[in-house]
């Protein structure tokens, strides 16, 4: 079991909020911030949004942060605040756990992650995590990430709607690119793939790996 403080890291505590955010990310969220006091054991999360908030959406994202702190030890405390664009988003001394792409984004992202010296799928998930910061489209349905550790490869899996745009392409590339930056101290490779997935009121199929990013949509 693990104790307090790897419960209450930042890094775990980032990618249980990433885990729990999969599926329930709609255009008019701009971001999700955490930020954790360890001297008073609290655990912040801040959605902000744009325009109006529906009995629906909030429930998922009250759902979201129950499941994010569900190991953390201590209280928890949750704020749901509508900030349309542009707007600056306050990130204070907390960190971006989701940020959708705009045209002015901020100039930190939160904390500096300290990796762990070995190649695990946390380290490989942290990675895409923070290269992922700002830039979602809506295009983007889902992203996956198979890993191997032994061969220390990494492959990701873009799912999108309709012909694949140039800005999708580029996005995907920078991700790549900003991530193995973070794994070359592993020596491990990282690629891409795409796949067409048009929406059409039903759930992916044939989906690879582990979700990293998922939009939220609505089936029967």
């Known amino acids: 079991m693990a104790d307090i403080s790897e419960r209450n890291s930042l ?15 709609t255009p008019n969220l701009r971001a ?8 008073e054991e ?4 801040y959605y902000y ?23 953390f030890w201590g209280m928890t405390e949750e704020h749901f605040v509508r900030l349309d664009y542009p707007k600056e988003i306050p990130l204070g001394d907390g960190n971006f756990a989701y940020l959708r792409k705009e045209p002015f984004l901020p100039k930190s992202f939160g904390q500096k992650i300290v990796y762990n010296p070995s190649f695990n799928y946390g380290t490989v998930k942290l990675a895409l995590l923070s290269a992922l910061l700002g830039k979602i489209t809506p295009q983007i349905r889902a992203i996956c990430v198979e890993t191997e550790l032994t061969t220390k490869k990494s492959v990701v899996y873009f799912y ?3 012909t694949l745009e ?22 491990a490779l990282i690629e891409r793939q795409f796949e067409r997935h048009d929406y059409q009121g039903e759930r992916l199929k044939d989906e690879k790996g ?6 939220k949509e609505s089936y029967p």
Do not use: M, P
């Not at 911030?33 to 360890?38: P, V």
């Not at 609290?42 to 999360?45: A, H, I, K, P, W």
């Not at 582990?210 to 939009?215: A, D, L, N, P, T």
């Open 160 to 162: 999108h709607d309709g």
């Open 32 to 39: 999700v911030i955490i930020k954790i006091d360890h001297k």
């Open 166 to 187: 140039k800005e999708t392409k580029k996005i995907s590339q920078e991700v790549i690119e900003e991530a193995g930056q973070t794994l070359t101290e592993f020596n």
């Open 49 to 71: 949004y744009e325009g109006e908030l529906s009995e629906e959406l909030l429930d998922l994202w009250q759902c979201a942060t129950a499941e994010a702190t569900a190991d």
């Open 42 to 45: 609290l655990f912040y999360s």
């Open 210 to 215: 582990i979700y990293i990013y998922r939009r």
């Open 11 to 25: 890094k775990r505590s980032l990618l249980n909020t990433q885990r729990a955010l999969v599926g329930v990310i």
